[in-house]
């Protein structure tokens, strides 16, 4: 189903874009939009074995699930892409049309408040803010009206995050990405929505010390940490039809983490691991 025949007689096929594919939200993001009759085009860095793996995962349940890879630091990186989609629109498969994009590559762990340099911040505000924006800019000029741009923050754009502070900085700067491009893009029938995950098990082994567990657990008021499928499932929906008069919005799926302080804690997730 990744070759190159072209669709010629065939239904028209919505496209997904999923940014950050290989990673634990990515994936199930991926296979969720699949499930829901999606051609995916799965975006990954350099776990080119993640990203097979993943497209013949998709494959196997009858999906379609094409591979981009590139450096989304760089504004090659978000060239790399957008090429990517109009070949696919253009010249391979002509019966897809481009619905969703799921901006969810980001840069994670940032350095402390005290430690962070210059190259430090312009790399996660690359990576978390800057490609989220001109991925949207360019490829909602693909998209027919009822298309749907899906954001990533996180919760911790919500509550103060020294230890982590340019990762929060960008998250908080796609939320207002979010609020501002959904009216800018309104009249072009495109919506454009945002989940703030919490933690969310991602296969990282800090998941599997009590202590970083504890940690994580501490910021949700109904405990624990989210399974990625249940983050992707807020991103399928928010890019389905039955969230067609939804524009503008943050979807909460934290588990209560950003309704305020839970106790002290004297540690960061990087202290921890």
């Known amino acids: 189903m990744s070759g190159t025949r072209a669709e010629s007689g065939e239904r028209p096929v919505d496209l997904a874009v999923v940014t950050g594919a290989t990673g634990g939200i990515g994936a199930a993001a991926?296979?969720?939009?699949?499930?829901?009759?999606?051609a995916v085009l799965a975006h990954y860095g350099t776990r080119t074995d993640r990203a097979r793996e993943l497209q013949r995962s998709v494959e196997a349940q009858g999906g379609r699930c094409h591979l981009v890879s590139s450096d989304l630091g760089t504004d090659e990186g978000v060239g790399t892409v957008v090429r990517r989609v109009r070949q696919l629109l253009e010249q391979q498969y002509p019966r897809y049309r481009l619905r969703v994009l799921v901006n969810n590559a980001?840069?994670?762990l940032s350095p402390s408040f005290a430690d962070t340099?210059?190259?430090d911040f312009d790399a996660y505000f690359a990576v978390n803010a800057?490609?989220?924006?001109?991925?949207?800019?360019?490829?909602?000029e693909l998209m027919p009206a009822g298309g749907s741009v899906v954001n990533l923050s996180s919760a911790s754009a919500h509550f103060s995050s020294p230890g982590d502070i340019a990762y929060a900085m960008s998250k908080a700067a796609i939320e207002s990405l979010t609020k501002n491009m959904a009216e800018?893009?309104?009249?072009?029938g495109i919506r454009v929505n945002a989940v703030i995950p919490g933690f969310t098990q991602n296969g990282h082994p800090g998941f599997e010390i009590p202590a970083?567990?504890?940690?994580?657990?501490?910021?949700?008021?109904?405990?624990?940490?989210?399974?990625?499928?249940?983050?992707?499932?807020?991103?399928?929906?928010?890019?389905?039809?039955?969230?067609?008069?939804?524009?503008?919005?943050?979807?909460?799926?934290t588990g209560g983490s950003i309704l305020g302080a839970r106790?002290?804690?004297?540690?960061?997730?990087?202290?921890?691991?």
């Open 184 to 188: 800018a893009v309104a009249a072009r």
């Open 117 to 119: 340099a210059p190259g």
């Open 263 to 273: 106790g002290s804690r004297a540690h960061s997730m990087k202290d921890l691991l």
């Open 130 to 140: 800057k490609a989220p924006f001109f991925l949207s800019q360019q490829l909602v």
């Open 106 to 108: 980001a840069k994670l």
């Open 30 to 38: 991926c296979a969720a939009l699949s499930e829901s009759g999606h």
């Open 212 to 253: 970083v567990l504890e940690y994580m657990s501490s910021f949700s008021v109904l405990g624990g940490v989210s399974e990625p499928e249940t983050v992707a499932a807020a991103i399928a929906f928010l890019a389905s039809d039955a969230a067609k008069r939804t524009t503008g919005a943050l979807l909460d799926v």
